[in-house]
């Protein structure tokens, strides 16, 4: 899979799959005995996607071909996501306890936190994808009975087209204080639109808005290279879905700077700390990128 500027997918390809691919650690989460988050909606949306390998991994049908190398690498990835949704999920209810009734998820994928969140009554949840994603997802959720916790809005649009003016058309309104996140984003757009999503962010944005994202700490390795260790680690496990192109290389502005250029009041702590929080272990010897991913919260002032 080789992304271009214009590229464009379902929940079956490209960065599509990687959607399903959390979906299914999220639904291996939420069926642990001492689960620290709950996502019921997880495996009936990697089932309804249909992708084998992920279908066989969400009913525990997956062997690799190194047994325990495999359950290493599962057992990371799928704590690693459970601890990645855990933290948005806080930041999402802190936010709407701190009384913002407004809430922005972008890429939002298999996302079902308008589904499965308690919201207060009031809240407003915005949802933001691809038109293939957003359509199959509403279908989805349909067709499983579900009913959103939030007023659910869907905004069918490309992250890198003209995504504020989709959202003001949906009922957005950014005079009110906004939750964002952008979950598992950053690193399938391109450097350029990085700044211009935050930057997007800042200008809809009113006072006291917070944002929840993350990125990777100086590691040494380019896009590039975390792309190719994030799609062995799952071809470890059998995965044959080429994961391995979907990063887009280039340098990129460090979040934290600018965000704090823009008049946000950045607070940062690595992933790997709030494996201890939740009752978590992260492996001392692992040498991936996720011991370099950096939990971002910031608040405008």
């Given amino acids: ?14 960065v599509g799959a990687t959607a399903t691919m ?12 001492d689960a620290i988050i709950n996502d019921p909606f997880a495996a009936p949306l990697v089932r309804a996607v249909g992708l084998e390998f992920f279908v066989r991994l969400v009913d525990g049908d997956v062997l690799a071909a190194d047994e325990a190398s495999g359950e290493r690498d599962l057992r990371l990835e799928t704590d690693s996501i459970a601890v990645r949704t855990r933290f948005f999920d806080d930041f999402f209810l802190n936010a709407a306890r701190d009384g913002i009734s407004q809430s922005v998820i972008l890429a939002a994928g298999l996302d079902a936190r308008a589904y499965r969140l308690p919201w207060p009554p009031g809240s407003v949840v915005y949802e933001v994808d691809q038109p293939k994603v957003v359509e199959f997802k509403t279908t989805a ?12 809005r869907t905004v069918a649009v490309d992250l890198r087209d003209d995504w504020p003016e989709a959202l003001r058309r949906s009922g957005f309104d950014p005079a009110q204080p906004t939750s964002w996140s952008a979950e598992g984003l950053l690193m399938y757009l391109p450097p350029e639109a990085q700044d211009r999503l935050f930057d997007n962010i800042t200008e809809l944005s009113a006072p006291g808005s917070k944002l929840a994202t993350e990125y990777h700490g100086d590691s040494g390795r380019t896009m590039s290279e975390r792309a190719k260790q994030f799609n062995q ?27 704090g250029e823009r008049g946000w ?17 992260f492996p001392d010897d692992d040498e991936s990128q996720l ?6 919260t910031a608040t405008l002032g």
Wanted: aromatic residues 10%; glycine residues 6%.
């Fill in 233 to 259: 680690r799952w071809a470890n496990l059998g995965c044959d879905i080429d994961l391995s192109g979907l990063f887009f290389d280039g340098e990129r502005s460090n979040v934290v700077d600018y965000l």
């Fill in 22 to 33: 959390v979906a299914a650690a999220r639904a291996l989460a939420s069926a642990e005995t």
């Fill in 265 to 281: 009041q950045v607070a940062t702590r690595p992933r790997r700390e709030f494996f201890a929080d939740y009752g978590l272990v």
């Fill in 291 to 296: 011991r370099n991913m950096v939990a971002v």
């Fill in 1 to 14: 899979m080789t992304r271009t500027d214009q590229d464009t997918w379902d929940l079956a390809s490209s």
């Fill in 141 to 152: 959720m349909a067709n499983l009975g579900a009913e959103p916790t939030a007023d659910r």
